[in-house]
């Protein structure tokens, strides 16, 4: 299994463009979700999804959109990109079954915004 | 906001020596969990405890949690200069979306 994976590794951007973060598992988990990390702030969920069709907001939402059509993708778009956006970017899935917490990560996107 | 707060923000020890995290939380939990990440990597899942237990074994990792203090510590026996990385905590709280929410982090690092 190659896990949770993640495109781009880098990326660079100008104030006001828009792009796709992928990320993709292949571990047939239902919960995805993801996190931008910051210098001090640890992780700060940003939007979640609990299996397909269905997402719902985290604690820093705005700016970002997401959706979930199928179960082993959950892309996060950035409408118009911010400097505050500058960030690594890290998605994560985990299984749904009583027992299971435990949260995958990819290996992360590191976003600069100029 | 965040619901885990570690402490402390940094530590620094010899190989061989033990290191202690803690972290301190604030509503009531279904689960804790550490986390830990090497630089410029994502994070790996290491231990959980469930807020019905108190104390926790995995290799050289013992972790440890007070329900009635809300705080849970980390401790990791004969550190090596391997186990450098950041250590983060996480809380599952009762009901709700059951997606951690994590805290800032200890960075640890151990000297050779």
């Known amino acids: 299994n190659a896990g949770v994976t993640q495109t781009p590794k880098f990326q660079v951007l100008k104030t006001g463009q828009s792009m796709t973060l992928q990320c993709a598992q292949d571990m047939n988990h239902e919960y995805m979700s993801w996190y931008r990390q910051d210098p001090g702030m640890g992780l700060r969920l940003i939007h979640y999804?609990?299996?397909?069709?269905?997402?719902d907001q985290g604690e820093v939402p705005n700016g970002y959109n997401v959706s979930r059509s199928t179960t082993e993708d959950f892309p996060l778009r950035l409408l118009s990109a911010a400097p505050s956006q500058t960030s690594v970017y890290f998605c994560?899935?985990?299984?749904?079954?009583?027992?299971?917490?435990?949260?995958?990560f990819g290996p992360g996107t590191r976003l600069t915004v100029t | 906001s965040q619901q885990g707060e570690e402490d402390p923000q940094a530590l620094s020890i010899q190989e061989g020596e033990n290191a202690t995290m803690n972290c301190s939380y604030k509503?009531?939990?279904?689960?804790l969990q550490w986390y830990r990440q090497n630089s410029g990597r994502g994070l790996v899942h290491l231990i959980l405890?469930?807020?019905?237990?108190r104390e926790k074994h995995s290799g050289r990792l013992r972790v440890t949690l007070d329900t009635s203090k809300k705080s849970s510590s980390l401790l990791i026996t004969a550190s090596r200069a391997a186990d450098t990385a950041s250590y983060f905590c996480?809380?599952?709280?009762?009901?709700?979306?059951?997606?951690?929410?994590f805290g800032r982090g200890t960075s640890l690092i151990v000297h050779p």
């Open positions: 994560a899935s985990r299984d749904t079954g009583a027992s299971s917490y435990e949260q995958y």
């Open positions: 996480a809380t599952v709280s009762s009901g709700g979306s059951y997606i951690p929410t």
């Open positions: 405890i469930r807020s019905n237990e």
């Open positions: 509503t009531s939990i279904n689960n």
């Open positions: 999804s609990v299996g397909a069709g269905i997402t």
